[in-house]
C-alpha cells in the first residue's frame, strides 16, 4: 500500500484535515491491537492522529481509537513512549544510510574544518557532549555564516553510544552532516522526531536553550556570549 505523502487525512483528535506527512497512521492488528503505522504499509482501514505526542495521548484519554475503529480495540498502554522509540530507530537508521552515502564528517577537529570549508546540513553533538565542544562548534558556524543565515538545525537526540553504532565508529561526540541525498532523509526522520515531541516542552521537545544541552535546536547564539568566551 505505502503511504502516499501528497494525500490528506482527518485527525481524529483535532478533525482536522493534514497532509498525511503530517500524521500518524493507525490499524488494527489481526489480535485486535491498535497499532501505529509510520510507513503506512499495514493492511486494513486505518485511522489518522497528528503527529504529537500530546495528541496521541489525547486519543487514549478519549478513547477515539475505539470509536474510529467501532470496536473494542486493544490500545497498549506504552503506545505514545512506543511511537517514540519507533521514530528514534528510524532517525539513527537515517543516520547510518547518511554515512553509508558519505554524507557523514565525524571528529572535533574535521567536524571544525568541515563547518570551514563544506556545505553543512546539520551539525551532531552526542547528549553527553561537552559544553566546550558545543560552544565552540557554535562561533565557528557563526563565524563562517553570521548570525542572519544561521539556520544549521544543532542535534543532539542521540547518546555516544548510539551515534557509533550507527557510523560504526567508537566514541563519537560531534559530527557534521553534509548536503546530498543522504543528508536528506535523516533530517525528514530528525524533524518527525522533533514535531511529535515538540509540544512536550522544555529539552524533551527537542528545544535546545541556549547554551543548554537539550536534544536539537535551530541555531541561536549570541555573538557577547562569544566574545566573553575568548
Not at 467501532?70 to 498502554?77: I, N, R
Not at 542535534?155 to 555516544?160: H, K, Q, S
Not at 560504526?168 to 536528506?184: E, K
Request: charged fraction near 30%; charge should be neutral.
Amino acid at each position: 500500500m505505502g503511504l502516499k505523502r501528497d494525500s490528506e487525512r482527518t485527525c481524529i483528535v483535532t478533525r482536522t484535515a493534514c497532509p498525511a506527512a503530517e500524521l500518524i497512521r493507525f490499524a488494527l492488528s489481526p489480535s485486535g491491537e491498535v497499532t501505529f503505522d509510520l510507513k503506512g504499509k499495514l493492511p486494513g482501514r486505518g485511522v489518522w492522529v497528528g503527529n504529537r505526542a500530546s495528541l496521541v495521548r489525547e486519543a487514549l484519554k478519549r478513547k477515539a481509537f475505539l470509536r474510529a475503529f467501532k470496536c473494542q480495540a486493544m490500545v497498549p498502554e506504552t503506545l505514545v513512549s512506543d511511537i517514540d522509540a519507533a521514530l528514534l530507530k528510524d532517525l539513527r537508521q537515517a543516520l547510518s544510510l547518511a554515512n553509508k552515502a558519505g554524507n557523514v564528517i565525524s571528529g572535533f577537529a574535521k567536524v571544525e574544518s568541515a563547518v570551514a570549508t563544506k556545505d553543512i546540513a546539520a551539525l551532531l553533538h552526542a547528549r553527553e557532549a561537552a559544553e566546550d565542544g558545543r560552544r565552540k562548534l557554535a562561533g565557528a558556524l557563526l563565524k563562517r555564516f553570521g548570525t542572519e543565515k544561521m539556520s544549521i538545525p544543532v542535534i543532539g537526540v542521540l547518546a555516544t553510544d548510539e551515534l557509533d553504532l550507527a557510523l560504526g565508529r567508537s566514541h563519537v561526540i560531534h559530527a557534521a552532516l553534509i548536503a546530498g541525498a543522504g543528508s536528506d532523509g535523516f533530517l525528514r526522520c530528525w524533524r518527525r522526531l522533533r514535531d511529535y515531541r515538540d509540544d512536550d516542552g522544555g529539552e524533551e521537545a527537542g528545544i535546545l536553550p541556549e547554551g543548554g544541552s537539550g536534544n536539537a535546536c535551530e541555531l541561536a547564539i549570541n555573538p557577547q556570549d562569544l566574545e566573553a568566551d575568548g
